[in-house]
């Protein structure tokens, strides 16, 4: 399976910029990177994602490193209710649409 | 579009007891996928479909069957549940099986066996 490495948990004060990163060293030419994020008691809601270019869209942005070994996911302000686990995942060219989800990192989000 | 839905919300089971989790899209999506997610992890794939009539199996299928008659209907059977198979089970579609695709979750069953 592809790895990705996060931090266990991060914290931001409300309407602050909050930068998520992602460690992802084996990520092959074709692998996609995805964000999900889970709110307390729902299922995982797509954030973003990418191939090789930065991408924007209204919830944030994706930052792609150069040799794509890393990533971070951009939250322009973040407010009460972007407080979630968020999961970096990289999705396998060779593995069609499986997600292998890890342990994500908590967002905390003070006010 | 009522997106990806889920029956019941919550179910309690008897070990041994069988039962069916429901899951139905209206995106028209030709993939759907079964998750679990056990207290404090990551979701898990149970099993998927890249169509109708055909299913396969992901990394946590033993317990579990599925099949896929319509494009819209993808139920996950328990046959004889276990007090393991206590989790919160998740559904899941996209468009196609392309690791390029969006992935739409349902709210979740959460499923106890005593």
């Known amino acids: 399976d592809a790895k990705t490495t996060q931090p266990n948990s991060m914290e931001s004060n409300e309407e602050e910029p909050v930068h998520l990163p992602c460690n992802h060293s084996?990520?092959?030419?074709?692998?996609?990177i995805h964000w999900y994020r889970q709110l307390p008691s729902q299922g995982p809601e797509y954030v973003i994602h990418?191939?090789?270019s930065n991408v924007n869209n209204r919830m944030a942005s994706l930052a792609i490193a150069e040799d794509r070994k890393s990533s971070t996911l951009i939250l322009h302000r973040a407010t009460l209710r972007d407080a979630a686990v968020y999961y970096c995942?990289?999705?396998?060219?060779?593995?069609?649409?499986?997600?292998?989800f890890g342990a994500g990192t908590i967002l905390r989000v003070k006010s | 579009n009522a997106g990806v839905t889920q029956t019941p919300k919550f179910q309690v089971l008897k070990t041994g007891q069988s039962m069916t989790l429901q899951c139905a899209q209206d995106?028209?999506?030709?993939?759907m996928s079964w998750y679990r997610q056990d207290p404090g992890m990551g979701l898990r794939l149970i099993h998927y479909?890249?169509?109708?009539?055909?299913?396969d199996q992901g990394e946590v299928p033993n317990g579990y069957n599925v099949s896929r008659s319509t494009t819209e209907d993808f139920p996950l059977r328990l046959l004889s549940a276990a007090p393991s198979q206590t989790s919160v089970y998740f559904c899941?579609?996209?468009?196609?099986?392309?690791?390029?695709?969006?992935?739409?979750f349902g709210p979740g069953t959460r499923l106890l066996v005593l």
């Open positions: 990418g191939l090789t």
């Open positions: 995106m028209n999506h030709e993939y």
């Open positions: 995942i990289l999705s396998l060219a060779t593995d069609g649409n499986k997600l292998v």
């Open positions: 084996t990520i092959s030419g074709t692998d996609y």
């Open positions: 899941a579609s996209s468009i196609r099986d392309n690791p390029g695709e969006t992935q739409y």
């Open positions: 479909s890249v169509g109708a009539g055909i299913t």
